[in-house]
């Protein structure tokens, strides 16, 4: 079907409309599209478009975020961002002709031109940055909320420390502490299973900051291993201003291991993988425990904070 001809029977709602435009416009008519008169706006000659007008203009009408090229547009110059165009079935959300592969060369060329403000301006981000560059900053801004480190499930809450650590109290039930010291005590029953993961998760209050001490049970490749290790609630860099270490042992044995913690910018499951922390071997833990013919295992793991100069 050409273009310009049929309708689409599935209609998705539209937010905003936009202004004519296509991409095999002549000069003349793009000189005087509207998206011509923003770009003249930039320049800020008086009485022209504002930033705003041109935030407006690259908002998609299906998912109301900013477009960035491919952007797609239907023959009456209705635009949407190239990850709806597929969710809509090739169907313009505003009047419903088919879409085909038309590109808006000219609201493309106006998204070149913009400066914008990081998506995290709100929480304390003042950077502003050429459109293309916005997405990639974004991802690795210091600003960005931080992921709840819970490991028992997959959590999709995110917000600043202090409301993760309310969190992971209230809703999680997560054991709080006050101290840079602690001993974590670890209690297993039936220690010769470990067919899914068996965790804890302590939160310790040090130097004014938060800290998560994990310690579980899984199989590293066919042996089965307890892991500890610690991570900062905070970036890494923040995270690397302190050092950690944790012990444990029994029957005139010890074991050890000293480290800096990892960021929670950093995934539960990749600092585990990276075993990048105190690593017990299941037959080592149950000699800690009194022997391999035990019931329980039953570990203590010390463990000390200490911040670096």
């Known amino acids: 079907m050409s273009h310009g001809g049929g309708f689409c029977k599935e209609m998705i709602e539209p937010h905003v409309t936009y202004g004519d435009c296509d991409a095999a416009t002549s000069n003349m008519e793009l000189r005087s599209s509207p998206f011509m008169t923003v770009v003249s706006g930039l320049s800020e000659h008086p009485g022209f478009a504002s930033n705003n007008d041109v935030h407006e203009l690259l908002e998609c009408p299906v998912c109301m975020t900013l477009m960035y090229p491919p952007i797609h547009q239907c023959p009456s110059g209705h635009t949407l961002c190239s990850s709806c165009k597929a969710r809509v079935h090739n169907c313009c959300p505003t009047c419903r002709q088919e879409l085909g592969n038309i590109r808006c060369l000219a609201l493309e060329k106006v998204a070149e031109s913009l400066d914008l403000p990081c998506r995290y301006q709100i929480l304390g981000c003042n950077d502003i940055f050429p459109y293309y560059s916005k ?20 959590c999709s809450i995110t917000g600043d420390i202090p409301f993760l650590v309310m969190h992971l109290r209230d809703d999680h039930k997560v054991d709080m502490h006050d101290g840079c010291t602690f001993n974590h005590r670890y209690v297993k029953s039936n220690p010769q299973e470990i067919e899914n993961a068996t ?76 075993q990048d922390g105190l690593i017990i071997q299941r037959n080592l833990a149950l000699f800690f425990s009194g022997g391999n013919n035990r019931q329980d295992l039953k570990l203590k793991v010390a463990g000390r904070i200490w911040k670096e100069n």
Not at 143 to 154: I, Q, T
Not at 253 to 259: A, D, F, S, V
């Open 135 to 154: 997405l990639k900053h974004e991802k690795n801004c210091k600003h960005r909320p931080f992921s709840c480190p819970y490991a028992g499930a997959e």
């Open 199 to 274: 965790w804890m998760l302590t939160v310790f209050n040090c130097f004014g900051r938060q800290f998560c001490l994990h310690f579980e049970a899984f199989q590293l490749g066919m042996a089965p291993v307890y892991m500890a290790f610690l991570r900062f609630m905070g970036d890494d860099d923040e995270a690397k201003q302190f050092s950690y270490s944790l012990e444990v042992g029994g029957n005139g044995r010890k074991l050890m291991w000293q480290g800096v913690p990892r960021s929670i910018r950093d995934s539960h499951r990749k600092v585990r993988d990276s």
